[in-house]
């Protein structure tokens, strides 16, 4: 079992990764901004954030770069759970030190899917296809 750290200021949002996060077998951990996921990461050093991007006082990026940089936090993977889908945002989250970048609306089944890729330690997953 893991535990998984999930910071997104939407409730909704919130209880529906926590239920597949729990449905999963793993332990769900919760912040409602990026201030409050930097300092739980710093807390509970968790095996697993899925950071949302677009939240108040710190935003995603923002607190990803905070925690990859911070040496007691930077070995955890972060999983940006957005629904910014460009790809410049993509690109940007990646250089922040996320690991992975899955869009809103998932499908149950994807958002399952990545965890199990991160705490397998299969690498990133937001890599595009390359061309053939």
Not at 20 to 49: F, M, N, Q, S
Not at 68 to 74: F, H, I, S, V
């Amino acid at each position: 079992m893991a535990r998984i750290l999930i910071v997104d200021d939407s409730p909704s949002q919130l209880m529906g990764i926590r239920r597949i996060v729990e449905k999963l077998g793993h332990e769900a951990l919760t912040a409602e901004d990026g201030a409050a996921g930097v300092e739980a990461a710093k807390r509970e050093l968790p095996d697993l954030i899925l950071m949302d991007v677009v939240m108040p006082n710190l935003n995603g990026f923002q607190a990803t770069r905070s925690i990859t940089r911070e040496p007691t936090t930077k070995h955890i993977p972060i999983v940006l759970v957005t629904t910014k889908d460009q790809d410049t945002d993509r690109v940007w989250g990646m250089r922040q030190g996320a690991k992975a970048y899955i869009t809103k609306p998932f499908s149950e089944s994807e958002l399952a899917d990545m965890i199990q890729q991160m705490l397998g330690g299969d690498g990133p997953a937001a890599t595009p296809p390359a061309d053939e």
